[in-house]
DNA sequence: CTGAAAGCGCTAACAA
DNA sequence: TTGTTAGCGCTTTCAG
């Protein structure tokens, strides 16, 4: 593996500028810059990543902690922030931290002990590893939900909103028994969300539903409150692997979305119209989070005293006929 | 930013000491390893990542570079090699190629700059970049596509089988003009599933399609197979993204999966069991070959001289309505 | 078992 | 415009 030095000897210059030819720097001879690249690609030279991160005292990358890699919301925010990053010239390292506070904790420390410009995450709580990025210095921003406790950038949707217009679209197509199945309590777009819901229907019967953002869950949670004796006639599924298990549930109870229980979902889905019928759902803009929070963070690392800023995308009902009686 | 002078200081000890105690080198008195970690703890000490991998000249990190992050099967890939990395202390970084030799090229330039331990990657065709990795030592595994050209592990599944099994089923199921829609050209995945498929049905009409591996481009595909003279009365489709793209153009003609057109796609998916009817698929075995690429890798980290192994997992036809007239 | 010190490869003062 | 040189923070001989 050669060095800067092999470089320079083979170009007859000094490391220094090698160093300065290589990244683009002014005041370099066109000559001796067109001779020291001829050098570095004959001898196949790639600079040393960690040498260079140490002098610098920071990698030109970014780190996306997402809380689940399978779910195409945050895969969507991703594409979002690599575009952004990479014009401008950073990598874009990707964790996922599958809900789980000690593995987004973990990543946190890698993060900074990587010395990387910056970190967005999908705080999965009350995370204690956010801390050692402020105490640190290292910019961060938080997308789709709020760091409780602490007040940083963050690029939201307003779920909470849309929860509330998504169910008034329930009532409006003659729904009257409208039921809410929600992620945990404490996840602030689970709470959002249902509270939207709230907002619209003031209901103090048993209609509520709260399970883990997957499939399973919710699938228990659509059967128990299915089988009741005063069953909900519609359903507000608050994200799409959610919705997988509520659909599972409405056919093995053998009954049909739109016909005998109103469904609307979070989060489009390429299948979401494939379905008989088709399910209608609360596009949220998850590539535009994406590129919004990258370009807070390029902001932020840039200058990192800006006062925080809390960014609000709009989400969009998108009927289809599994609202409509 | 506290380093490790500042921890020795605080311990009253050498650096030296705080190196081998911190990690957790036999050799040292266990009080003063005791007093280290204390000082440790109170100054919120995190080693510098770029210092340590500069003087190691390697970085615990494998670099996992997949061809879609929004295919769900390249996303259970990345949790099977995170699974088995985690256990012994690895960190992995998730790449997206997004089809693209430009940026696949690039995120191997990164891998190799930063000195990471290993690269796993789906390689999107003849890679150049990975014989910068070969060159420069640097462990690699392939998964889903063997590298043109160049032997190292690599694991795979049988999926020219697999198409040749679920052909073969719906020759079974009674179709009778069975046609396939793949992907690219020079994409082994796809080259080896139309020949499984050719395996069983030997046909010289005009019944087959390329396209990119997405919906798009299956849809025109399917699209255009459908209006023909004499069109199929079933279809083998080489992914799930193209599924989708396919079962919306059989929606748009009006024409039922499995009663009009029979039909069964790679990759299993959710969603696959909603539909109506739902969905036959291949299900390959993605996780699997998430962790067994990362034990490769582990392996070949340790000893890189070990002769390269080729891994051939099997796929699993499930049936479902869509491949029953 | 512990400490002193060299040096990984690079960049950025500072000099020339 | 170019070169010389001093570290960045860590691990690891080598002495003690």
Redesign the interface.
Same mark, same amino acid.
């Given at each position: 593996?050669s060095t800067i030095s092999d470089v320079a000897a083979r170009a007859g210059v000094s490391t220094a500028t090698v160093s300065r030819a290589l990244n683009g720097k002014a005041n370099v001879d066109p000559e001796l810059a067109a001779r020291v690249r001829q050098a570095a690609t004959e001898l196949?030279y790639?600079?040393?990543?960690? %040498? !260079?991160?140490?002098r610098r005292q920071e990698?030109a990358v970014v780190a996306l902690i997402i809380s689940d890699?399978?779910n195409?919301f945050f895969?969507?925010i991703?594409?979002g922030v690599?575009d952004v990053a990479h014009e401008v010239g950073y990598?874009?390292?990707?964790?996922?931290s599958d809900e789980n506070a000690d593995k987004e904790n973990r990543?946190i420390?890698?993060a900074?002990?990587?010395?990387v410009a910056g970190v967005i995450l999908s705080p999965s709580g009350p995370a204690a590893g956010v801390a050692?990025l402020a %105490? !640190?210095g290292t910019a961060y921003v938080a997308v789709d939900r709020p760091l409780p406790d602490r007040d940083s950038d963050v690029v939201l949707v307003d779920t909470r909103l849309a929860a509330a217009q998504a169910t008034a679209h329930l009532v409006a197509q003659g729904y009257e028994r409208i039921g809410c199945i929600t992620g945990p309590a404490g996840v602030r777009t689970a709470d959002d969300r249902l509270a939207g819901y709230r907002d619209t229907v003031k209901t103090t019967k048993n209609l509520v539903r709260r399970s883990e953002y997957k499939?399973a869950g919710a699938h228990r949670a659509a059967a128990s409150l299915l089988s009741q004796p005063n069953p909900p006639d519609a359903l507000l599924v608050a994200n799409n692997?959610m919705a997988?298990g509520v659909?599972?549930a409405l056919?093995e109870l053998n009954l049909r979305p739109g016909r005998d229980v109103g469904v609307v979902a979070f989060d489009d889905?390429?299948?979401a119209?494939?379905?008989?019928p088709p399910l209608t759902v609360v596009a949220q803009p998850a590539y535009e989070i994406g590129t919004e929070a990258a370009r807070l963070l390029l902001a932020r690392i840039a200058d990192n005293t800006r006062p925080p800023t809390v960014t609000t995308l709009g989400a969009r009902l998108i009927e289809r006929a599994s609202s409509h009686r």
């Open positions: 593996m196949g790639q600079p040393n990543g960690p %040498a !260079r991160n140490l990698a890699v399978e195409p895969t969507a991703a594409r690599e990598s874009v390292v990707l964790c996922n990543y420390d890698i900074i002990q990587e010395r050692k %105490a !640190r499939a692997a997988v659909l599972r056919q889905a390429p299948w119209e494939l379905l008989d």
